[in-house]
């Protein structure tokens, strides 16, 4: 059998800790490769050393059969490798155009670029893939799942036989994911061979033929994805038993916390983003808000925790009006909040772990006393947070929040949220971009969390999620609840129909 | 590994290694500069030295071995500008950055100033008034653009620089209206009112060294014990990394910008007292800014922004610019001092490339060693 890619036997040390440990990596042409692990598996790593950002220790590379020698991106680029990262790297007020050629510019006399003939090269490869980027448009202005297909697009453009997607779904909306998925697929059937770092199982079912699992460092095996099932590709990955469904024991409707009523909310631009929006929760409920991305979700929770104004309408907690307090006055009334974006909300990434756990409650008793932060009980504190959630750092309470993982930082954001006790806790996206083990532990808690008798509102664009842990569903579309679901009651579809604006349920058509 | 390796690739210390090697390569190259111009290096460290600790190396073992006056005029340098070191980096602790320090400095000398000659009182209460309206004339000084910012998201540093202007041409406006000033400066400070001290010029030999340096020590405590130990410093320390997470956490963001650029603007205020009722002892007309802001920017930079590192980065540059007169002495001419002075800021300012340096130097060690 012919490989495009080998990577034999990889073995690559990083100070105190075996990144890679005897790794073996076999991409056969026009195949979709999986690369499946937790976070902290050694995925990335592996995929530097192709990508020749480390060298490793041990093993070789090969590429169509030949062993190379990459020890720098430039190398990689040149075998025909190309990688569209987590993050993207383009520039922010450039042309699609401008950004694809960036550092490969073709050139007419006197060095001038020649945009026109780019133009045409990035049209008409995006006409080819189906990829229908505008060359002109600036990246400001287009949606997260358009940059994407720029990035793609950079890789085509500098003629990539080998694409590596580093965890491509994450920031994608359920009809871009699908889109995304068609897309790979004809760069398969192109000939084209796609290696997919990931952790969704889902995604691998639907489109990989092989897939690599890693724990740890170490390679647990390759499978042949039509032979297996999600349980157990997470099995392989997680090394024991994994549970999809969360026990949750059946409960009654307690009374009612939160009261929206007719509520209306701006966003950035002025436009209307909530609209007339009337929602109830309930003391021992999560109720799931499902919903594509950008249909008033963020200015729904921005207005529920005060960090937007209200235009018209009411929120009470506990029968008491907080519409358009300060947000200091609303976090104190009981309301707690795990944000959609950590690293910009959530944590301040400099400051050490037990300053972050007391964000919220450091001027008060007995974190503070007369404004004299005491030190010796915000430590103690941390540490109770740490224990309690299993928060895991090099250097524990004294730990700067950016030198830890994603899904330990957010375990922090929860554990210090949940601490405070509020009757109402908003979790936007709890789980994004977390390994299975981090997302059943974070399930568990928010179930916990429920059984105390709190009010939970869980937004999350993954609907296997809402699904899953939700005793009632809500579905939001243009900034309006378009039907409350018993997720007993219904599927996907139903949901995904209600989310694209087809369908009401319950709730009367204007 | 010898142990001065193992400092330099420790991580954690990147925050001290990283300005002292700033501050060797500096010399370092003031040295080859002087070497290649054919000048005697050692005239150079010689006028540093004695400038710093009173010890005249060519001169050792004799009477004329410690003069205690280079001590005093050295300390009395570092005081204005380690305090309007503290000014800008408990701004930029909130993330602002105050180029102010300039203009809240000349409000803050003129208020003492007026202070001192306008009013008559006992100096157990006189003293204290004046440097209290010092502080309060650059607080008021930084509160002006702290509300614009604050109110309209108006750049500190566009109105900074105004008010840098407008603090020259106000303050020779109303000191020359000031009884008895002559067009180049006022009269002296009123005996109640002044921080000169007969009693520190007879143990330093007569140098211009004042009380001010009680308060320089009780600003830089204050420092420390605002930004360290209080729920005030824990928000503007949180503000200044992350004003989207402290808003989130019901942080007052825009209030704390304000606050922060009036104490800033305090420190600095204290600095023109320091000149105006210590070292000249009366109000000065001045031609145009004498730069103790932007020497105040330099000193927080190699600082770090912490109080301790202010203080010993307001030391070093007060050295190098009180030594020199005595450089030039030497036969060494005083550019040098300001080129080592501005070689300082330069590689203190390319702190994230020696960063980088390092770590790749860590990474090759490590490797080596397997």
Same mark, same amino acid.
């Not at chain 1, 991409?27 to 598996?41: C, P, R």
């Not at chain 1, 796609?194 to 460092?217: N, Q, Y």
């Not at chain 1, 916390?257 to 929006?277: C, H, P, S, T």
């Not at chain 1, 979700?297 to 235009?311: F, V």
């Given at each position: 059998?012919?490989?495009?890619?080998?990577?034999?036997?990889?073995?690559?040390?990083?100070?105190?800790?075996?990144?890679?440990?005897?790794?073996?990596?076999?991409? *056969?042409?026009?195949?979709?490769?999986?690369?499946?692990?937790?976070?902290?598996?050694?995925?990335?790593?592996? $995929?530097?050393?192709?990508?020749?950002?480390? *060298?490793?220790?041990?093993?070789?590379?090969?590429?169509?059969?030949?062993?190379?020698?990459?020890?720098?991106?430039?190398?990689?680029?040149?075998?025909?490798?190309?990688?569209?990262?987590?993050?993207?790297? =383009?520039?922010?007020?450039?042309?699609?155009?401008?950004?694809?050629?960036?550092?490969?510019?073709?050139?007419?006399?006197?060095?001038?670029?020649?945009?026109?003939?780019?133009? *045409?090269?990035?049209?008409?490869?995006?006409?080819?893939?189906?990829?229908?980027?505008?060359?002109?448009?600036?990246?400001?202005?287009?949606?997260?799942?358009?940059?994407?297909?720029?990035?793609?697009?950079?890789?085509?453009?500098?003629?990539?036989?080998?694409?590596?997607?580093?965890?491509?779904?994450?920031?994608?909306?359920? /009809?871009?994911?699908?889109?995304?998925?068609?897309?790979? @697929?004809?760069?398969?059937?192109?000939?084209?061979?796609?290696?997919?770092?990931?952790?969704?199982?889902?995604?691998?079912?639907?489109?990989?033929?092989?897939?690599?699992?890693?724990?740890?460092?170490?390679?647990?095996?390759?499978?042949?994805?039509?032979?297996?099932?999600?349980?157990?590709?997470?099995?392989?990955?997680?090394?024991?038993?994994?549970?999809?469904?969360?026990?949750?024991?059946?409960?009654?409707?307690?009374?009612?916390?939160?009261?929206?009523?007719?509520?209306?909310?701006?966003?950035?631009?002025?436009?209307?983003?909530?609209?007339?929006?009337?929602?109830?929760?309930?003391?021992?409920?999560?109720?799931?808000?499902?919903?594509?991305?950008?249909?008033?979700?963020?200015?729904?929770?921005?207005?529920?925790?005060?960090?937007?104004?209200?235009?018209?309408?009411?929120?009470?907690?506990?029968?008491?009006?907080?519409?358009?307090?300060?947000?200091?006055?609303?976090?104190?009334?009981?309301?707690?909040?795990?944000?959609?974006?950590?690293?910009?909300?959530?944590?301040?990434?400099?400051?050490? =772990?037990?300053?972050?756990?007391?964000? /919220?409650?450091?001027?008060?008793?007995?974190?503070?006393?007369?404004?004299?932060? *005491?030190?010796?009980?915000?430590?103690?504190?941390?540490?109770?947070?740490?224990?309690?959630?299993?928060?895991?750092?090099?250097?524990?309470?004294?730990?700067?929040? @950016?030198? $830890?993982?994603?899904?330990? /930082?957010?375990?922090?954001?929860?554990?210090?949220?949940?601490?405070?006790?509020?009757?109402?806790?908003?979790?936007?996206?709890?789980?994004?971009?977390?390994?299975?083990?981090?997302?059943?532990?974070?399930?568990?808690?928010?179930?916990?969390?429920?059984?105390?008798?709190?009010a939970i509102l869980m937004i999350s664009l993954e609907l296997d999620e809402i699904l899953n842990i939700s005793d009632r569903i809500a579905v939001i579309y243009e900034g309006e609840i378009v039907g409350i679901l018993d997720p007993k009651k219904t599927d996907e579809k139903e949901i995904g129909l209600m989310m694209s604006g087809s369908k009401r349920v319950g709730v009367a058509n204007e | 590994m010898s142990k001065i390796k193992k400092l330099l690739l420790d991580e954690t210390k990147y925050k001290i290694t990283v300005p002292i090697i700033a501050i060797l390569l500096s010399f370092l190259i003031g040295t080859i500069v002087m070497l290649l111009t054919g000048i005697n290096p050692l005239g150079a460290f010689k006028a540093l030295a004695r400038t710093m600790t009173g010890i005249n190396f060519d001169k050792l073992f004799t009477d004329k071995m410690f003069n205690a006056r280079y001590v005093g005029e050295f300390l009395t340098t570092a005081l204005p500008i380690t305090l309007t070191g503290l000014s800008v980096a408990f701004a930029f602790r909130t993330g602002l950055f105050n180029i102010g320090a300039e203009g809240q400095l000349l409000v803050g000398a003129m208020a003492a100033t007026v202070t001192s000659i306008m009013l008559d009182l006992p100096a157990i209460i006189h003293l204290p008034i004046v440097i209290l309206s010092a502080a309060l004339a650059g607080a008021l000084w930084g509160f002006v653009p702290g509300i614009l910012k604050a109110k309209y998201n108006v750049h500190e540093v566009v109105v900074t620089i105004m008010m840098n202007y407008t603090a020259l041409h106000m303050t020779n406006y109303l000191l020359k209206k000031l009884p008895g000033s002559s067009l180049i400066k006022t009269v002296k400070s009123n005996p109640s009112g002044t921080l000169q001290s007969d009693f520190i010029a007879s143990i330093t030999n007569n140098s211009r060294l004042h009380w001010g340096i009680i308060v320089v020590g009780l600003s830089i405590l204050v420092f420390w014990y605002i930004i360290e130990k209080t729920s005030f410093g824990f928000e503007l320390r949180s503000v200044g990394f992350n004003p989207d997470a402290s808003k989130y956490a019901g942080m007052k963001v825009t209030r704390n910008v304000m606050f922060s650029m009036m104490i800033a603007g305090a420190f600095a205020g204290l600095a023109g007292a320091m000149l105006s009722i210590g070292t000249f002892d009366y109000g000065r007309i001045l031609v145009g800014f004498e730069n103790y802001g932007f020497d105040g920017i330099a000193v927080a930079l190699l600082g770090g922004n912490v109080a301790i590192g202010v203080l010993l980065s307001g030391l070093l540059f007060g050295g190098l610019k009180s030594a020199q007169p005595l450089m030039q002495a030497n036969g060494v001419p005083l550019e040098i001092a300001k080129i080592i002075s501005s070689l300082i800021v330069l590689f203190v300012a390319m702190k994230y490339g020696f960063e980088m340096w390092l770590r790749t130097y860590a990474k090759k060690q490590e490797e080596e060693g397997k």
């Open positions: 059998m012919d490989y495009v890619i080998e990577m034999l036997n990889i073995t690559k040390d990083f100070p105190g800790i075996r990144a890679n440990d005897d790794v073996t990596l076999q991409v *056969k042409k026009g195949e979709i490769h999986a690369l499946l692990g937790e976070n902290g598996a050694g995925k990335s790593t592996l $995929m530097s050393i192709l990508f020749g950002l480390y *060298k490793p220790n041990k093993g070789q590379i090969k590429v169509n059969g030949k062993e190379v020698n990459i020890d720098n991106p430039h190398v990689a680029n040149d075998l025909g490798i190309g990688m569209v990262h987590q993050h993207f790297k =383009l520039v922010e007020n450039f042309t699609v155009t401008e950004n694809i050629i960036l550092g490969d510019e073709p050139k007419k006399s006197f060095g001038r670029v020649d945009i026109e003939k780019a133009r *045409k090269r990035v049209k008409e490869t995006s006409e080819k893939y189906g990829l229908s980027v505008d060359p002109d448009s600036k990246i400001e202005d287009i949606s997260v799942g358009m940059q994407q297909r720029v990035e793609i697009s950079k890789m085509l453009y500098r003629d990539a036989e080998i694409l590596i997607f580093d965890e491509p779904t994450a920031v994608l909306t359920p /009809q871009e994911i699908d889109d995304l998925m068609n897309i790979m @697929r004809t760069f398969a059937k192109e000939g084209k061979s796609i290696i997919l770092i990931t952790h969704k199982l889902k995604e691998i079912k639907a489109v990989a033929d092989t897939c690599t699992v890693l724990r740890r460092g170490k390679m647990i095996g390759s499978v042949n994805v039509a032979d297996v099932t999600e349980k157990d590709l997470a099995e392989m990955m997680v090394g024991r038993e994994v549970f999809f469904q969360v026990d949750k024991p059946e409960r009654k409707q307690g009374k009612k916390i939160v009261e929206i009523k007719k509520l209306n909310v701006k966003d950035n631009r002025g436009l209307m983003a909530v609209n007339n929006l009337s929602l109830d929760i309930h003391a021992g409920e999560i109720l799931g808000l499902a919903g594509i991305d950008g249909n008033g979700q963020t200015e729904l929770i921005e207005a529920l925790s005060g960090l937007r104004k209200i235009d018209s309408g009411s929120i009470a907690l506990n029968d008491e009006d907080i519409s358009n307090r300060s947000i200091r006055k609303i976090t104190e009334a009981g309301v707690g909040h795990i944000p959609q974006d950590r690293h910009k909300y959530g944590l301040v990434l400099d400051f050490r =772990l037990d300053e972050n756990l007391v964000l /919220q409650t450091y001027y008060k008793e007995p974190n503070s006393v007369r404004g004299i932060l *005491k030190h010796d009980e915000i430590t103690k504190k941390a540490q109770q947070i740490i224990d309690e959630f299993d928060v895991r750092s090099g250097q524990g309470a004294m730990t700067v929040a @950016r030198s $830890m993982s994603g899904g330990n /930082q957010q375990k922090a954001i929860i554990g210090r949220e949940i601490d405070r006790s509020p009757d109402f806790l908003i979790a936007a996206q709890p789980t994004r971009g977390l390994d299975v083990g981090a997302i059943e532990y974070i399930h568990s808690r928010l179930v916990a969390e429920r059984e105390k008798e709190r | -």
